[in-house]
């Protein structure tokens, strides 16, 4: 229930966060470039407030995956689509379509179906430093070949090779911070600058940084979001299951009910990243 109640606050602070930069970086009525942009965002309240609540929501999200298998902390991210919702209907008074309600209804629902059927729960196993030699090998070469065949094609075909580079980074990147977690709590943070996770954990999340923003820029947001959102939970009960001994509920009822209530979880957010409001611009009439 903590690893829970962590992963939700994780999931808030990420839709807050991005509603913050998205409000300071569009409410520039001098549309400035370049350095002066970058200026103008510094100096913008909600612009810092934004980065505050990124590392605010990796600290949630350590804590989440501290106390919790990355099976069942990494899907729960997916609540960041319906709680930005939220956000945008009562904080920024924009008016949500019924078929966008009922898209992220879908996405709760075959999300805890999901959960619930397969019912992700950890082991007391510590995996070795060697461990993650195939794991990070293995990504490495994935995101490589995505990276290399993302730089043709359609914008669409581009941000959804992007997008699912960025996505298998992010599940990596859990697995680094479960492990920056670990050896914090039996090292300390001086113990901690001693040895490899914490190190993995900068360059990784450097690395998905470039993808992620590499897959907003080249394509629409309706296309690579639906990707991150969804080939991360995906890569990361893998990962979980593979590095961490996490156990998943795979009887064949189990397995049925969990499959069916992923692929609903997966059409709500594609449902729901298409028919959301395109900017997070306050209705016109409200103002």
């Known amino acids: 229930m903590i690893a829970i109640l962590f992963g939700l606050i994780t999931a808030l602070t990420n839709a807050l966060a991005v509603a913050l930069q998205h409000i300071a970086s569009t409410s520039d009525t001098n549309k400035s470039a370049g350095w002066r942009f970058v200026l103008y965002l510094f100096r913008h309240p909600l612009w810092l407030l934004g980065w505050l609540a990124m590392f605010g929501s990796l600290v949630f999200q350590a804590l989440a995956l501290h106390f919790g298998p990355l099976?069942?902390?990494q899907p729960l991210l997916v609540t960041e689509l319906i709680l930005a919702l939220a956000l945008r209907r009562v904080w920024m008074r924009q008016s949500i379509r019924a078929v966008t309600w009922l898209a992220a209804a879908a996405t709760g629902a075959g999300l805890v179906i999901f959960l619930v059927a397969t019912s992700p729960s950890a082991s007391t196993?510590?995996?070795?430093?060697?461990?993650w030699l195939a794991p990070s090998v293995i990504t490495v070469g994935a995101v490589a070949v995505l990276v290399v065949a993302a730089q043709r094609g359609s914008p669409g075909r581009r941000a959804a090779l992007f997008a699912s580079a960025t996505a298998i980074l992010?599940?990596?990147e859990a697995t680094f911070i479960k492990a920056t977690t670990?050896?914090?709590?039996?090292?300390?943070?001086?113990?901690?600058?001693t040895?490899?996770?914490?190190?993995?954990?900068?360059v990784g999340g450097a690395v998905g940084l470039i993808c992620e923003q590499a897959a907003l820029h080249v394509g629409p947001l309706s296309v690579s979001q639906p990707f991150i959102v969804i080939v991360d939970p995906i890569a990361s009960v893998l990962f979980g299951v593979w590095l961490y001994r996490e156990h998943l509920h795979t009887g064949a009822w189990h397995l049925t009910i969990g499959s069916l209530a992923f692929a609903?979880?997966?059409v709500g957010i594609v449902a729901l990243t298409r028919t959301a409001p395109?900017?997070?611009?306050?209705?016109?009439h409200r103002l």
Do not use: H, N, Q
């Open 182 to 193: 670990e050896t914090i709590s039996s090292f300390g943070i001086g113990g901690t600058l």
């Open 125 to 131: 196993f510590v995996p070795a430093t060697s461990r």
């Open 278 to 284: 395109p900017t997070m611009s306050a209705d016109v």
């Open 264 to 266: 609903l979880m997966c």
């Open 71 to 73: 099976s069942v902390v």
């Open 170 to 172: 992010w599940a990596l």
């Open 195 to 202: 040895r490899w996770p914490v190190y993995a954990l900068m």
